[in-house]
Nanobody
Framework: QVQVVESGGGLVQPGGSLRLSCAASGLHFSLYAMGWYRQAPGKQRELVATITSGGSTNYADSVKGRFTISRDNAKNTVYLQMNSLKPEDTAVYYC?????????WGQGTQVTVSS
């Protein structure tokens, strides 16, 4: 049974930092592209960052230079380091494991940026 579990969300002040983690089990982790997505209230889910099985990364323009995605295949975990957080980063952040014709989603973790 595949499980994708996010952690690390919380409340942070503008300009602060958080690191999200996503642990995946029940799949051959190193073969999957991994991604972070987010959904703010009243908005569609949007891509934040992705990392391929080979380690290539891609970021939304809104987070370039502030967020960093990385993966540790030995721990079956992908991370999202978020720096210089802004109120507009407030959202539920979801982790996704992807291969052709296959997607596994986590339940999400709330990130709130507010003073």
């Amino acid at each position: 049974q595949v499980q994708v579990v996010e952690s690390g969300g919380g409340l942070v002040q503008p300009g602060g930092s958080l690191r999200l983690s996503c642990a995946a089990s029940g799949l051959h982790f190193s073969l999957y592209a991994m991604g972070w997505y987010r959904q703010a209230p009243g908005k569609q889910r949007e891509l934040v960052a992705t990392i391929t099985s080979g380690g290539s990364t891609n970021y939304a323009d809104s987070v370039k230079g502030r967020f960093t995605i990385s993966r540790d295949n030995a721990k079956n975990t992908v991370y999202l380091q978020m720096n210089s957080l802004k109120p507009e980063d407030t959202a539920v952040y979801y982790c996704n494991a992807e291969r052709p014709n296959t997607h596994y989603w986590g339940q999400g973790t709330q990130v709130t940026v507010s003073s």
